[in-house]
T-cell receptor, first 113, second 116 residues
């Protein structure tokens, strides 16, 4: 089956750096997404990795190792508004070429002053 | 604002009833996806449509059905509602459906369904 694991909760201090890990066991891997979701709101796209390595985008970076089934999201210079859930989602490709996104349960990040 | 719209924002109904949730994708997007998010649970994929045709199915109950219309808007119909159907229902859209460059999905604001 498909399995995606991420820590349930994390806390960090304003201005610090936090790394949110995601491990996955899937077949038909076709990329990994990170989304941010504030409580009761829509998930918003943060990053996409399909090749191994680090993708940097402002304060947010995402890393992927396909051989290890591992990704992380790195948030720098944390701000209070970064308090949210961070969703790891694996894109799986099925016969016929279509893709399906499988989401992890999300990591709830609380940023404290 | 992702450009995906959903109506209504909130819906309160009773067990056994039927409701319809509506979604309009971003301009130019041909795929629409429906997700369910229950309290403290992850996003569960329900169903995907591409240009009017069903493309993929997830954990969608038989009491639920969906369609995508020629103008590309989509509706999710939930019938014989149960208390456990109370959840946030999100619609997302993307440009296409094929792999080799997975389409990024952009989410609408969601419809909060409460079944009493």
């Amino acid at each position: 089956g498909q399995n995606i694991d991420q820590p349930t909760e994390m806390t960090a201090t304003e201005g610090a750096i936090v790394q949110i890990n995601c491990t996955y066991q899937t077949s038909g891997f076709n990329g990994l997404f990170w989304y941010q979701q504030h409580a009761g709101e829509a998930p918003t796209f943060l990053s996409y990795n399909v090749l191994d390595g680090l993708e940097e985008k402002g304060r947010f970076s995402s890393f992927l190792s396909r051989s290890k089934g591992y990704s992380y999201l790195l948030l720098k210079e944390l701000q209070m508004k970064d308090s949210a859930s961070y969703l790891c989602a694996v894109s799986l490709q099925f016969s016929g070429g279509y893709n399906k996104l499988i989401f992890g349960a999300g990591t709830r990040l609380a940023v404290h002053p | 604002d992702s450009g995906v719209t959903q109506t209504p924002k909130h819906l309160i109904t009773a067990t056994g009833q039927r409701v319809t949730l509506r979604c309009s994708p971003r301009s130019g997007d041909l795929s629409v996806y429906w997700y369910q998010q229950s309290l403290d649970q992850g996003l569960q994929f329900l169903i995907q449509y591409y240009n009017g045709e069903e493309r993929a199915k997830g954990n969608i109950l038989e009491r639920f059905s969906a369609q995508q219309f020629p103008d590309l808007h989509s509706e999710l119909n939930l019938s014989s509602l149960e208390l456990g159907d109370s959840a946030l229902y999100f619609c997302a859209s993307s440009v296409g459906w094929r792999g080799g460059g997975t389409d990024t999905q952009y989410f609408g604001p969601g419809t909060r369904l409460t079944v009493l």
